[in-house]
């Protein structure tokens, strides 16, 4: 896909996100927004993935750490062709394998089952230490939110990944600068993030998470680091896309009635 091409999977992802989440009437469509972009380039350009054989070796497998952003990550799936996309609308539903934080037993192409925050990001980093035990040749990639990087067991699996050498392991923070109770530092300071992971053995890069090409190239300069784990700081807007949820905490896990879900439609350029 060229750039134009992924900025409008994104739209659709961002719509198909929030539709489910309308029929749940409950989910977290804030980082789901802030996190479609980098999802949507991951899933349609960057990894190397089969939707017909989810499992296929050597494929590279991506961690969503912030599990409660799922339905952006469902969305894609369903838009790569993992599942129909009309299935969105039994997210959270009793019997879905559509749940409300990712089941890897249940969802195809879901590599991890996350939620618990800090834990998705430390298996990350356990599946890129035993794909270079196996010499597998796949990537891992992780997304962590910038309020889970106030886990101490993210900070612990970091460690662990520079001491491997993990350059098969890509971490993504998506920094929207909020959390539920509020503003990322206000409730607990973790900036500056990238003087962090450069100390604990990192390679760092930032770029802007809303511009497409800006996405890919950071990418590219990751997918090209050795020797070390590269963390890309990527600055987003929490329920980027619709006027009304943008940079609002209390769009952190609400969900939109008809009327609101119409206009995030609309203003996404989707069809009602």
């Known amino acids: 896909m060229n750039v134009n091409e992924l900025k409008q999977t994104a739209r659709k992802v961002r719509i198909d996100a929030l539709r489910g989440i309308h029929a749940a009437s409950s989910g977290h469509p804030g980082g789901s927004l802030s996190s479609a972009d980098i999802i949507t380039a991951l899933y349609f350009?960057?990894?190397?993935?089969?939707?017909?054989?989810?499992?296929?070796?050597?494929?590279?497998?991506?961690?969503?750490?912030?599990?409660?952003?799922?339905?952006?990550?469902?969305?894609?799936?369903?838009?790569?062709?993992?599942?129909?996309?009309?299935?969105?609308?039994?997210?959270?539903?009793?019997?879905?394998?559509?749940?409300?934080?990712?089941n890897m037993d249940k969802c195809p192409g879901v590599e991890?089952?996350?939620?618990?925050?800090?834990q998705g990001f430390s298996v990350a980093v356990g599946m890129a230490i035993a794909g270079k035990m196996d010499g597998d040749s796949g990537r891992v990639f992780t997304m962590t939110g910038d309020g889970e990087l106030q886990e101490g067991i993210?900070?612990?699996?970091?460690?662990?990944?520079?001491?491997?050498?993990?350059?098969?392991?890509?971490?993504?923070?998506?920094?929207?600068?909020?959390?539920?109770?509020?503003?990322v530092d206000t409730v607990k300071k973790v900036a500056p993030v990238d003087e962090k992971f450069?100390?604990?053995?990192?390679?760092?890069?930032?770029?802007?998470?809303?511009?497409?090409?800006?996405?890919?190239?950071?990418?590219?300069?990751?997918?090209?680091?050795?020797?070390?784990?590269?963390?890309?700081?990527?600055?987003t807007v929490k329920g980027k896309g619709v006027s009304f949820m943008e940079d609002k905490a209390g769009w952190h896990g609400k969900a939109p009635d008809d009327e609101q879900l119409a206009q995030a439609i609309e203003e996404l350029g989707g069809e009602k």
């Not at 089969?50 to 070796?57: A, I, S």
Request: net charge negative; with cysteine.
């Open 45 to 102: 350009s960057v990894m190397n993935i089969d939707p017909d054989d989810p499992h296929m070796k050597g494929r590279d497998r991506f961690v969503l750490s912030k599990g409660h952003s799922c339905p952006a990550l469902y969305a894609a799936l369903a838009n790569r062709g993992y599942f129909d996309p009309d299935e969105m609308l039994s997210f959270r539903r009793l019997g879905s394998f559509l749940q409300g934080h990712p």
């Open 198 to 235: 450069r100390a604990f053995g990192w390679e760092v890069f930032s770029c802007d998470g809303h511009d497409m090409q800006d996405i890919l190239d950071t990418f590219d300069k990751a997918l090209a680091v050795k020797g070390k784990p590269v963390c890309i700081v990527a600055k």
């Open 154 to 183: 993210i900070w612990e699996a970091a460690l662990s990944a520079a001491k491997h050498g993990l350059d098969n392991l890509i971490a993504i923070v998506d920094w929207n600068n909020l959390q539920i109770d509020g503003v």
């Open 112 to 118: 991890m089952s996350t939620g618990s925050l800090g």
